[in-house]
């Protein structure tokens, strides 16, 4: 699940203040290296004083630290927002920020999006997510059921190998696993956005639509076809 990030009432913050870098470190319980360090990744500007839009700044710095998000990445999602909001200069004063651990998301009225994609993330429940990220019920035979748990291994692998970078071991994940079950939706889409994100719209299409053949229900694959569909302009 996300955490949020919202800012909640802290003693001796006043929304129209002005604050030390002492008063900061103390109120918001930050070191001065940590501080430092923030201003050398260049995450925030070097100053002596902070307004409390600031301090939401680092409020939500403090979180994606706490979740183990690295600087780079926190740095990537910024110039990405950037780039795609109009309007919108310093993400981290002007958005709601959320991190699942891995990624970080924007929240966006009652959607959050992924930032360096710039696809919509719905928030369905938790059994919709399972069913969302599933592949199609199986027949209930015990051959199937065994090419079914082969083809989730591989594509339980593609998924790691995506959060670590690896994208072209994402793809031979996924590939095996439609393979081994080509009603593996949640493959088909994996790899769609793949090569969406790539910017080979046609292979991202055709995935897509052999997603769709494989769960003609599957919400999420509809709503990335869209999304070619408006990246191309063919509205």
């Known amino acids: 699940m996300a955490l949020d990030v919202t800012i909640f009432p802290v003693p001796e913050i006043a929304p129209n203040a002005v604050y030390s870098r002492e008063d900061v470190r103390r109120l918001l319980d930050v070191s001065e290296r940590q501080l430092r360090a923030w201003e050398?990744?260049?995450?925030?500007?070097?100053m002596e004083q902070f307004a409390f839009s600031d301090l939401i700044a680092l409020r939500t710095l403090i979180k994606l630290r706490e979740n183990r998000i690295p600087p780079a990445r926190i740095r990537a999602a910024i110039s990405a927002v950037r780039d795609r909001l109009q309007g919108i200069t310093d993400p981290l004063k002007e958005l709601r920020l959320v991190s699942d651990g891995r990624r970080i998301h924007v929240q966006i009225g009652d959607h959050s999006m992924e930032p360096i994609s710039?696809?919509?993330l719905f928030n369905f429940d938790r059994a919709e997510l399972r069913r969302l990220v599933a592949f199609p019920d199986p027949k209930k035979?015990?051959?199937?059921r065994s090419r079914?748990?082969?083809?989730?291994?591989?594509?339980?692998k593609g998924l790691e190998c995506e959060q670590t970078g690896a994208v072209p071991e994402a793809i031979k994940a996924?590939?095996?696993a439609v393979g081994i079950d080509p009603t593996s939706a949640g493959a088909w889409l994996n790899l769609g956005t793949i090569f969406f994100n790539a910017r080979q719209f046609s292979r991202a299409e055709g995935h897509y639509r052999r997603a769709l053949e494989a769960d003609p229900k599957y919400a999420l694959a509809h709503f990335n076809i869209a999304n070619l569909y408006d990246e191309r302009g063919d509205y």
């Open 40 to 46: 050398n990744h260049r995450l925030i500007p070097a």
């Open 118 to 120: 710039g696809q919509l």
């Open 141 to 144: 035979t015990d051959q199937s």
């Open 148 to 156: 079914r748990d082969s083809a989730e291994k591989w594509f339980q």
């Open 174 to 176: 996924y590939e095996s």
